[in-house]
């Protein structure tokens, strides 16, 4: 599925979300799928204007969701797309603890702040 292509196309509203607060880039980002089609969802989603900042009521964040996950073409792109890196869920984790206690150490890599 398409999130991002449908909606730009058809003029629905890319953050608009179901009543359990979730928005298409946020289920983008929970899905397991990191094929190609996947990789186009998201830029489609964030070329569209999707909200990055966007969370759900546990404050879980797209940014969260791609550490879990191990998905580090997630993480790059919705740093560069302007994700806060900074924002807790309600257990007060971040998007980098989220990738160091599921052992991915891409995603730790690209969430970890540089030191000079």
Do not use: Y
């Not at 179901?18 to 298409?24: H, L, P």
């Not at 997630?74 to 160091?100: F, K």
Request: net charge positive.
């Amino acid at each position: 599925m398409r999130f991002g292509a449908a909606s730009s196309r058809s003029g629905a509203k890319v953050n608009r979300a179901t009543s359990s607060g979730w928005t298409a880039l946020l289920i983008a980002c929970a899905s397991k799928n990191t094929a190609h089609c996947w990789f186009s969802s998201l830029r489609a989603l964030l070329d569209a204007g999707a909200d990055v900042q966007a969370a759900l009521e546990d404050g879980w964040t797209a940014l969260m969701f791609c550490a879990e996950r191990g998905n580090a073409t997630g993480v790059r792109e919705l740093i560069a797309a302007g994700a806060s890196m900074n924002a807790r869920n309600r257990a007060g984790d971040n998007a980098l603890q989220r990738a160091i206690s599921s052992d991915h150490a891409e995603c730790v890599e690209l969430l970890t702040p540089l030191r000079t």
